[in-house]
């Protein structure tokens, strides 16, 4: 490969690998707000540990969405590196 320019479908792979791992990590934490909020409507919690459990639901959400979209984007640069 050469190490200079980048060929267009370098840059494609590049952009649908981030577009992949900012969808996923969307995904991800809505899903992990999502058991959160269900939990709240299930067990009928209300007043602060209502909002107690929507605020540390949104946050691992946003923590575990900020993972996801790390480990893809490094494992995407481990193996543009490497050449698989």
Known sequence: MDMGRESR?????????????????AVLAAVIFAVAF?????????GSAERGLLVGG??????????RLVRVLLR??????TGR
Not at 76 to 81: A, C, K, Q, T, Y
Request: aromatic letters at 10%; glycine letters at 4%; a negative charge.
């Open 9 to 25: 479908w370098e840059k494609d792979a590049m952009t649908v690998e981030i577009v992949f791992a900012l969808v996923t990590a």
């Open 38 to 46: 269900t939990l709240v409507l299930a067990l009928d919690i209300s």
């Open 58 to 67: 949104a946050l691992l959400g946003a923590m575990a969405g900020v993972w």
């Open 76 to 81: 995407f640069d481990e193996h543009r590196r």
